[in-house]
């Protein structure tokens, strides 16, 4: 029923933002109480937690990349994004916007993913 679409760049050049904005439908982000996040994975690599926004706008952001990686959001549009500073070859990447639920590591709705390739 919730539905998740992230929409942004498939190519990014080297040292150049990403940025990325996924669109939920069928529930509303501000709704009690779930994190809507971004999850990554490198190609032949395993999955990657990157951060996410609480309905009330809370942000957490996991460490390793706290330092280049913020997450919004637009409660007028339903929408949360996610920006990833000075791109490299390593964030080459399916990027998913997931939603999860307060307290757990449990993500019950997932987008269809975002390749999104580091140009050379």
Request: charged share 20%; with cysteine.
């Amino acid at each position: 029923q919730v539905q998740l679409q992230e929409s942004g760049p498939g190519l990014v050049k080297p040292s150049q933002a990403l940025s990325l904005t996924c669109d939920v439908s069928g529930g509303s982000i501000t709704s009690k109480f779930y994190w809507w996040g971004w999850i990554r994975q490198p190609p032949g690599k395993g999955l990657e937690w990157m951060g996410a926004i609480e309905y009330s706008g809370r942000i957490d952001v996991s460490p390793s990349l706290k330092s280049r990686t913020s997450i919004g959001r637009d409660t007028s549009k339903n929408q949360f994004t996610l920006h990833l500073s000075t791109m490299t070859p390593e964030d080459a990447a399916v990027y998913y916007c997931t939603r999860a639920t307060d307290g757990t590591e449990k993500f019950d709705y997932w987008g269809q993913g975002n390749q999104v390739t580091d140009s050379k």
